[in-house]
């Protein structure tokens, strides 16, 4: 086209049916800057911009181009801040002085009353026509399509400021480990990626993390929750979602939220649980939260293992309840109720677990709001099964100690005893075979002598009551009688021994010195237990006194008032132990074959009577055993 | 006068139905409370009338072992029948060394009671006249002179006259004499018979220092 050619008519015409299909605006322009020939896309422009000056509709042919929104204007269309450079006029002018096209130039004018920006892509060319030289301009505009850029790369900013305001990182990470887009978080954190792969540049490494999880996402192509902790040493609670971008390829969205607080906090949490739970573990003790309002009860995990369940399982009072002894079931239950009402509430109790019945002690507390109504109860479990055998045990070993310690009595009694029974033996086989003599008189028509006869007679049934007494009370002392406390009169339950005591202290040699005060009040106690204290501590005073020349014992009673004191005092050796408490100590023994039992159980006996033994020397030789019980009283 | 069994026992029932069984069997009875009240009864000690002790081995105070060591210590003669509710062999044993009749555990019957009270009044009478028939010698003895008795003891030892004279370094007359006023004093009609009179009341002969040699 630069040699000009000449176009015949039909060409021309043809160029024009061409042009006039053309659907961009391009305008044929003269050195001058008028317009030859326009599309009707130009024309379209053309016109709405004249209408758009707000002056009349008119060819625009002829009318010099220098600025788009004035053509024929050469002060230019006085909109512009720059007219007289308008770039669309010194772009033509550029043409035609250096004939070189131009491409695609973008261009942006503001133009409008409310100087509103507009933008052009301007294409000119310089045409060498058989009519002179032209120039073919085009130009678009892409004013709409570039506010909706600028919209965008808006909307992209606020995405970005969005994500850099928040408290936790966002990072894109593409396949091949680079990151597509970090938020300031994580910059701050981990600073820039600078085209660094991820593990290059967090951890620099030259492999990708064994314990990275990020990855698994292009696998599974699901969304994956784990922990990870990072560079900093904090951790982090990790959400990663499959992302594909805008232009199809794969990416992962990874976001992270710092939880190292939350989770010290969790795990000091955690620690307080568990150490509470292995303190109730060892202690047996168990805790529980009953909300009233709910009707929802928590158990600790002992509390659980307590009542033989799986920690967890979910439990509420009627099924408390229906674990409880059938026996204790109403009693609880009362308790409850009662403690609901302001009532303390700390009772002892059995349940059953797995068929075993085990006891269990409760403590509990009802808050209350401020009418009065209970809102909630907290309380304690503790499983003292151990603890109520061994006492069934202790009972069952006191009582066979005290047995234990009767028979061995009565084993020293034996001799005491045997000759005790054998008195009124003796005095009935004499009355009777008297009796017999005084009836078949050897003097034929001599009368027996009746009264005498009588006499006997009441006497036999005397000694028999007599020999009898004296097996009741051996008996009684044998038998394993659990206390059966009593008002009693100690002068009463003394004599009664006394005649046993009397016949040993004759074996032995010993004199019996009894200084009973009368008329003591009676002490609450139980008979044959308090005997077999007394009997005890008086064998072994005469045991004391093996051996001493002077043997002497002495069993006294007084009273107070408030107490009946019973002392036993003998002329023997002595205590020697330098505490005499130690005496009192099961299996403490100074006798070549004594079994130590002795003195451990008076001391039982007596303090379950709620009194106390006591052992200290006399002034003179030997010790004396002493022990104070409370006078009875009515209730 | 039938012969009287007293009877030592602390136990009142005992006490009461021996006495009568005692009584019953045709005897007559004394009983006490202890061994004290017993020795308290100076009369009882010296019986002269046929009797014995039944004694309870245990009491308080003075056991029964005890008084009849007491009783030998006083050379009273008193048989005695050992009761006890309690069989003590060893202090059985002891009783029997010192002279008891019998030892008896209660309860007994009468036959055993009886049979005992029997031997034992035996042995009283036996002892009575023993007694009586010592206290005949010593008196006899006591009226020998301190020399009569220095003789008399030389006399049982079987020594001539002549021998005794150089013991005690006097003439063989004087011995003689002495001799005669013993045997006539002490109604011995042989040495012999002296020699068993001494044995009755326990005097022994005389040792001679030059006899051992």
Not at chain 1, 146 to 164: G, H, V, Y
Not at chain 1, 464 to 477: E, F, P, Y
Not at chain 1, 582 to 605: E, P, Q, R, S, Y
Not at chain 2, 86 to 91: K, L, Q, R
């Amino acid at each position: 086209m630069k040699k000009g050619k000449h176009l015949s008519q039909a060409d021309q015409l043809t160029i024009d049916e061409f042009s006039r299909s053309i659907p961009v605006p391009v305008f044929l322009l003269d050195e001058e800057r008028r317009v030859e020939k326009m599309t009707p896309a130009a024309a379209e422009i053309f016109s709405t911009r004249v209408s758009a000056a707000g002056e009349a509709e008119e060819s625009p042919f002829g009318r010099v181009i220098n600025c788009i929104h004035s053509l024929d204007d050469p002060r230019g269309c006085g909109y512009g801040s720059f007219c007289g450079d308008c770039p669309v006029r010194t772009t033509i002018l550029d043409i035609y002085k250096t004939g070189q096209p131009c491409r695609q130039k973008e261009v942006r004018l503001t133009i409008g009353p409310d100087g509103h920006d507009c933008y052009l892509v301007i294409s000119a060319e310089l045409l060498v026509l058989p009519s002179g030289r032209k120039v073919l301009l085009h130009f678009e505009d892409i004013t709409a399509r570039k506010k909706a850029e600028e919209e965008l790369a808006k909307e992209r900013q606020r995405l970005k400021d969005t994500l850099d305001m928040l408290p936790v990182y966002v990072i894109l990470l593409k396949p091949d480990y680079r990151v597509a887009f970090v938020n300031r978080f994580f910059r701050g954190r981990f600073g820039e990626a600078d085209g660094r792969r991820c593990f290059e540049y967090l951890f620099g490494r030259k492999e990708p993390c064994t314990v990275c999880q990020t990855y698994q996402v292009l696998r599974t192509n699901s969304p994956h929750t784990w922990e990870w902790v990072g560079p900093d040493d904090r951790i982090y609670s990790v959400f990663d979602f499959p992302f594909t971008d805008s232009d199809g390829s794969f990416l992962i969205l990874e976001m992270g939220i710092d939880i190292t607080e939350d989770k010290s906090t969790k795990e000091k949490l955690a620690l307080t649980k568990n150490n509470l739970d292995r303190a109730q573990r060892v202690a047996h003790v168990g805790s529980w939260h009953l909300d009233l309002l709910h009707n929802t009860l928590v158990w600790t995990e002992e509390t659980y293992r307590i009542f033989g369940l799986e920690p967890g399982t979910p439990v509420n009072y009627d099924q408390f309840l229906q674990m409880v002894h059938p026996g204790d079931r109403e009693y609880v239950d009362r308790k409850w109720q009662a403690a609901l009402a302001g009532e303390p509430y700390e009772i002892e109790h059995r349940i059953i677990v797995n068929g075993q019945v085990r006891w269990i002690r409760e403590k509990a507390e009802v808050e209350t709001d401020k009418r009065g109504k209970p809102l909630r109860g907290i309380g304690t479990v503790q499983d003292i099964t151990n603890y109520k055998q061994q006492e069934a045990d202790k009972i069952r070993l006191q009582r066979e100690l005290l047995h234990v310690s009767r028979v061995t009595a009565m084993g020293e009694l034996t001799a005491a005893l045997a000759h005790e029974l054998n008195q009124p033996l003796m005095a009935i086989m004499s009355n009777v075979q008297a009796a017999q003599r005084f009836l078949a008189p050897r003097t034929p028509g001599q009368n027996p002598d009746l009264e005498e006869i009588r006499e006997i007679l009441a006497d036999v049934v005397k000694d028999n009551k007599r020999a009898a007494g004296i097996i009741l009370r051996l008996r009684a002392l044998l038998k394993k009688t659990p206390l059966k406390p009593a008002p009693l009169d100690i002068n009463t339950a003394i004599r009664e021994i006394l005649p046993l005591m009397r016949s040993n202290a004759v074996i032995k040699n010993i004199s019996l010195n009894i200084e009973l005060t009368p008329d003591l009040p009676p002490v609450k106690g139980d008979r044959v237990q308090l005997q077999q204290v007394i009997v005890n501590l008086i064998l072994n005073g005469f045991e004391a006194m093996t051996g001493e020349e002077e043997k002497e014992l002495t069993i006294r009673t007084t009273g107070n008032g408030k107490t009946v004191t019973v002392s036993i005092k003998d002329t023997g050796t002595g205590i020697t132990a330098k505490n005499p408490e130690v005496l009192f100590k099961t299996f403490f023994t100074t006798k070549k074959d004594g079994m130590g039992m002795g003195l451990a159980v008076n001391k039982t006996i007596i303090e379950a009577h709620g009194g106390s033994l006591r052992a200290e020397n006399n002034r003179g030789p030997g010790a004396t055993f002493s022990f104070a019980l409370p006078v009875y009283e009515e209730g | 006068m039938p012969p009287t069994i007293f009877i030592v026992d602390d136990d009142p029932s005992v006490r009461k139905g021996l006495e009568r069984l005692v009584r019953a069997s045709g005897f007559k009875a004394k009983t006490f409370a202890s061994a004290e009240e017993f020795l308290a009864c100076r009369l009882c000690q010296e019986p002269r009338y046929p009797a014995c002790l039944v004694l309870d081995v245990r009491m308080p105070g003075i056991s029964g072992i005890n008084l009849q060591q007491e009783l030998a210590k006083a050379g009273i003669p008193l048989p005695i029948v050992f009761i006890t509710g309690h069989g003590d062999i060893p202090m059985s044993v002891q009783a029997m060394k010192n002279g008891a009749v019998d030892f008896l555990p209660k309860p007994f019957a009468e036959e055993e009671l009886l049979a005992a009270v029997e031997q034992a009044l035996t042995k009283a009478a036996r002892l009575q006249k023993e007694a009586v028939e010592k206290a005949e010698v010593c008196r006899r003895v006591n009226t020998l002179t301190p020399r009569e008795y220095e003789v008399f003891r030389w006399v049982i030892t079987g020594m001539l006259n002549k021998q005794i004279a150089a013991e005690l370094k006097v003439t063989e007359k004087t011995i003689k004499v002495h001799r005669a006023r013993v045997m006539q004093k002490m109604q011995a009609a042989s040495v012999a018979d002296l020699v068993r009179l001494a044995q009755k009341i326990e005097v022994t002969p005389k040792r001679s220092d030059s006899f051992m040699e």
